[in-house]
T-cell receptor, first 111, second 113 residues
Framework: DAKTTQPPSMDCAEGRAANLPCNHSTISGNEYVYWYRQIHSQGPQYIIHGLKNNETNEMASLIITEDRKSSTLILPHATLRDTAVYYCIVRVSNTGNQFYFGTGTSLTVIP | NAGVTQTPKFQVLKTGQSMTLQCAQDMNHEYMSWYRQDPGMGLRLIHYSVGAGITDQGEVPNGYNVSRSTTEDFPLRLLSAAPSQTSVYFC????????????FGEGSRLTVL
């Protein structure tokens, strides 16, 4: 599975969009991009995933560049409850059996 | 629907003692795994299983044993605990097909003195 690079920390004003970048320059053609978050010391929570196209769900949007070497998770209207560590992971869906989480980005939403 | 259940939530051991962290899921997931999380290290995969009778090593398997006798359960065994195994342990499961979203338990905090 390809490795990912994320900034260690970011701040975002409450109500503003939070844009969390992820670099995955060695991603293969069949590897998906997944995003999870971990609030305080709870177990990580799935947010969204995608292969090539941009994706949106009730939690967030995922923008993947055309060359697939990077992606951005967008929380459209950040709230204090979005303060968490966000992990970007790439893996082969269904057949890839190992999720490697790395150290993620610690997002702090500021009132 | 309980999801992924881990027990115990907290445990203190002395060096050299053995113990088992329990993990059970009620979602009929084929895949189960164990992670440990240490400050500044993120989550690291210890062992995983893709079905009953099948287990494999992750990034940091040394000092840990696993077995998978049923679909529902995936216990993690520490045969001789060491202070370096002080950590928070998370169990996770998923379906092998579909999106492969991982569902996590609430974690087990282990301290080895």
């Amino acid at each position: 599975d390809a490795k990912t690079t994320q900034p260690p920390s970011m701040d975002c004003a409450e109500g503003r969009a939070a844009n969390l970048p992820c670099n995955h320059s060695t991603i293969s053609g069949n590897e998906y991009v997944y995003w999870y978050r971990q609030i305080h010391s709870q177990g990580p929570q799935y947010i969204i995933h995608g292969l090539k196209n941009n994706e949106t769900n009730e939690m967030a949007s995922l923008i993947i560049t055309e060359d697939r070497k990077s992606s951005t998770l967008i929380l459209p209207h950040a709230t204090l409850r979005d303060t968490a560590v966000y992990y970007c992971i790439v893996r082969v869906s269904n057949t890839g059996n190992q999720f490697y989480f790395g150290t993620g980005t610690s997002l702090t939403v500021i009132p | 629907n309980a999801g992924v259940t881990q027990t115990p939530k907290f445990q203190v051991l002395k060096t050299g003692q053995s113990m088992t962290l329990q993990c059970a899921q009620d979602m009929n997931h084929e895949y189960m795994s164990w992670y440990r999380q240490d400050p500044g290290m993120g989550l690291r995969l210890i062992h995983y299983s893709v079905g009953a009778g099948i287990t494999d090593q992750g990034e940091v398997p040394n000092g840990y044993n696993v077995s998978r006798s049923t679909t529902e359960d995936f216990p993690l065994r520490l045969l001789s605990a060491a202070p370096s195994q002080t950590s928070v342990y998370f169990c996770a499961s998923r379906q092998l097909l579909n999106t492969g979203e991982l569902f996590f338990g609430e974690g087990s905090r282990l301290t080895v003195l």
